[in-house]
């Protein structure tokens, strides 16, 4: 009973990334067609990367179930779907938000190379991955998030997109805290963590 719980569960997590994925991509696939604006396909490019590697991914080792993480998941997953394009005029020229964009979509790329097959939504342990942008911050894909979620909201200033951000993001960064509490009991992670103690950003946080 309990094996099938979880296949449901993980099957119904594989649709919902997909259907989140076609409403994100049809409202800013719409945008460049009206406006020729590049942030948001730069934005789809990182979601298409969730929707590829969550199917792909392999088994967990140890998952967190708690209600509280899953909670979490689901509020930092359903945020960049939620953001729409905004037919007003960003704060900064389209090529300035484009260009923090890729960078932050290049961040997320290099992380999910070196992760490959270990990514996952909820928290769970899929093996310590060491190498790459690892050795700098503890997750760098979330990183390119926050990036390119700014960018976003930079070129698309509207009060429903902060407040998206602001609370998707939040829940982005628990994410990651809950990420580390279950990978403590790994003698490799341990060990990792003395030699990387930045979560996102170096010298920050």
Same mark, same amino acid.
């Given at each position: 009973?309990?094996?099938?719980?979880?296949?449901?569960?993980?099957?119904?997590?594989?649709?919902?990334?997909?259907?989140?994925?076609?409403?994100?991509?049809?409202?800013?696939?719409?945008?460049?067609?009206?406006?020729?604006?590049?942030?948001?396909?730069?934005?789809?490019?990182?979601?298409?990367?969730?929707?590829?590697?969550?199917?792909?991914?392999?088994?967990?080792?140890?998952?967190?179930?708690?209600?509280?993480?899953?909670?979490?998941?689901?509020?930092?997953?359903?945020?960049?779907?939620?953001?729409?394009?905004?037919?007003?005029?960003?704060?900064?020229?389209?090529?300035?938000?484009?260009?923090?964009?890729?960078?932050?979509?290049?961040? $997320?790329?290099?992380?999910?190379?070196?992760?490959?097959?270990?990514?996952?939504?909820?928290?769970?342990?899929?093996?310590?991955?060491?190498?790459?942008?690892?050795?700098?911050?503890?997750?760098?894909?979330?990183?390119?998030?926050?990036?390119?979620?700014?960018?976003?909201?930079?070129?698309?200033?509207?009060?429903?997109?902060?407040?998206?951000?602001?609370?998707?993001?939040?829940?982005?960064?628990?994410?990651?805290?809950?990420?580390?509490?279950?990978?403590?009991?790994? $003698?490799?992670?341990?060990?990792?963590?003395?030699?990387?103690?930045?979560?996102?950003?170096?010298?920050?946080?």
């Amino acid at each position: 009973m309990a094996l099938d719980r979880d296949r449901v569960s993980d099957l119904l997590a594989r649709a919902v990334v997909g259907v989140l994925f076609v409403l994100l991509s049809i409202n800013l696939l719409g945008d460049f067609i009206r406006t020729g604006r590049i942030t948001g396909l730069l934005l789809l490019v990182s979601e298409a990367l969730v929707v590829v590697l969550t199917i792909v991914r392999r088994p967990t080792r140890l998952v967190d179930r708690s209600m509280a993480a899953g909670v979490t998941t689901m509020i930092s997953l359903t945020g960049s779907p939620l953001l729409r394009a905004a037919e007003i005029k960003g704060w900064v020229p389209d090529g300035v938000t484009a260009v923090a964009s890729a960078l932050g979509l290049v961040l $997320v790329i290099l992380g999910k190379l070196a992760l490959g097959r270990s990514f996952g939504l909820v928290p769970a342990n899929r093996g310590v991955v060491v190498a790459g942008p690892y050795a700098v911050v503890r997750h760098p894909i979330y990183t390119g998030y926050l990036i390119t979620h700014l960018a976003f909201f930079v070129a698309h200033p509207t009060w429903w997109n902060v407040a998206v951000i602001a609370v998707a993001d939040t829940a982005l960064v628990i994410r990651a805290l809950y990420e580390e509490r279950i990978l403590t009991d790994d $003698v490799t992670y341990r060990a990792y963590c003395e030699r990387v103690s930045w979560h996102l950003v170096p010298g920050v946080f």
